[in-house]
């Protein structure tokens, strides 16, 4: 089983419409969770952390269950800008001093005209 | 957004070359990461060097050599590769973990094409 498991998609998402996915980790243990997005042929950027209540980003939201081991990500008026692969990245909570990071192979969106 | 930089930006070697792949971090973070990844595949961590001690290596064969002269700087050295090894080289770090903190900041990256 993959420690980080993504639906790779593409969603394909009008302008302004709302697109939601998740993601399932396997290590319970994890501490830390974020989402990244990566543009073609570029690297990943942070996009935000995720945190244990829920936490919002503009027009980003992002919630943690912690039950079922799975982050999910909500972008609310997609823009074409969003267009992007979603990497999900859960910390492998062993208590390294430098933090040992799972990525998702990510979910591709692509928002349409 | 200068952060972490990489250089070369693009590499094409034959599989006799050797050559050095340089990452610069300017976060005054402690841990540096070399992630190799290839087409449609996640992003594999290959190395990682905390306040300059490799403590992480992911069975990254030995023609890859590490090195980690301060927390500044990282160096990922290529020796005799195959052509399988072409695939985008990313170089990344974090502050300690100390705080909880271990989210990643990368560079732009270096693609490597072996021929």
């Known amino acids: 089983r993959k420690e980080v498991e993504q639906d790779p998609g593409p969603f394909n998402v009008p302008e302004g419409a709302t697109v939601a996915f998740n993601c399932t980790y396997s290590n319970s243990a994890s501490q830390s969770f974020f989402w990244y997005r990566q543009d073609c042929r570029k690297e990943p950027k942070l996009l935000m952390s995720?945190?244990?209540s829920g936490n919002e980003d503009g027009r980003f939201t992002a919630q943690l269950n912690r039950a079922s081991q799975y982050i999910s990500l909500l972008i609310r008026d997609s823009k074409l800008s969003d267009s992007a692969t979603y990497l999900c990245?859960?910390?492998?909570?062993?208590?390294?001093?430098?933090?040992?990071?799972?990525f998702g192979a990510g979910t591709q969106v692509v928002v349409t005209p | 957004e200068t952060g972490v930089t990489q250089t070369p930006r693009h590499l094409v070697m034959g599989m006799t070359n050797k050559k050095s792949l340089k990452c610069e971090q300017h976060?005054?973070?402690?841990?540096m990461y070399w992630y190799k990844q290839s087409a449609k595949k996640p992003l594999e961590l290959m190395f990682v060097?905390?306040?300059?001690?490799?403590?992480e290596n992911n069975s990254v064969p030995s023609r890859f050599s590490p090195e980690c002269p301060n927390s500044s700087h990282l160096f990922l050295h290529l020796h005799t590769l195959q052509p399988e090894d072409s695939a985008l080289y990313l170089c990344?770090?974090?502050?300690?973990?100390?705080?909880?903190?271990?989210?990643?900041?990368f560079g732009p990256g270096t693609r490597l094409t072996v021929t």
């Open positions: 990245v859960v910390n492998g909570a062993d208590g390294d001093s430098w933090g040992k990071l799972q």
């Open positions: 990344a770090s974090s502050p300690t973990g100390r705080e909880g903190r271990y989210e990643q900041y």
């Open positions: 060097y905390s306040l300059e001690e490799r403590v």
């Open positions: 976060l005054g973070h402690n841990a």
């Open positions: 995720v945190y244990s």
